[in-house]
């Protein structure tokens, strides 16, 4: 389990995960339904980038996300 604990870790990681499934930004715009330009400001870690289109993008990735409060539960 990767712990990703703000907007510029999750970049990376997306990009990360992008790049081992060798799509290029342009690919998995695409894919996702959302433009490239967003998905270059989702991997640089920009905080206004909209939840729901970075799950649309997560999702396409196959990456899955579990929220757990700071007390450990869900």
């Given at each position: 389990?990767?712990?990703?604990?703000?907007?510029?870790?999750?970049g990376?990681?997306?990009?990360?995960?992008?790049?081992?499934?060798?799509?290029?930004?342009?690919q998995?715009?695409?894919?996702?339904?959302?433009g490239?330009?967003?998905?270059?400001?989702l991997?640089?870690?920009?905080?206004?980038?909209?939840?729901?289109?970075?799950?649309?993008?997560?999702?396409?990735?196959?990456?899955?996300?579990?929220?757990?409060?700071?007390?450990?539960?869900?």
């Amino acid at each position: 389990m990767i712990v990703v604990n703000d907007h510029s870790e999750l970049g990376t990681l997306i990009r990360a995960e992008r790049k081992r499934q060798k799509l290029t930004q342009e690919q998995l715009a695409a894919l996702s339904g959302v433009g490239v330009r967003f998905v270059r400001e989702l991997e640089h870690g920009k905080e206004s980038c909209r939840i729901g289109l970075a799950f649309a993008v997560m999702q396409t990735l196959g990456i899955s996300v579990e929220v757990n409060s700071r007390g450990g539960e869900a």
